[in-house]
């Protein structure tokens, strides 16, 4: 059972499409910042995950995954926590700045 997409599912997936649907008029407005964050976040996080693999800080138990994978990273974790994790993060700023100019 792919345990942890389904916890990625539950914590990330279901808030960022909340955060969507609040900001839905306003994040055409920062496209250019959602995908500069989305490109630092995979060039950095994927070396960091993959050094951390590699270099056996952690692993990633295939039981608990979907088994599809590169370079001993899952697919999870490049769509679910790279992709999922930074769009919640840049929403969770924009609607902090969003009610910080309604204040």
Known sequence: MP???IYLLIFFVAPVLVLAWLLRDVIGH???TILWSLFFVYTIGFVWDWLCV???VW?????KTLGIGLVGLTAEQF???YVFGTLLIVGVVLLALRKAEHV
């Open 3 to 5: 345990v942890y997409l």
């Open 30 to 32: 920062y496209k250019r």
């Open 54 to 56: 590699r270099t056996g």
């Open 59 to 63: 692993r990633y138990d295939s039981a």
């Open 79 to 81: 769509i679910g926590f």
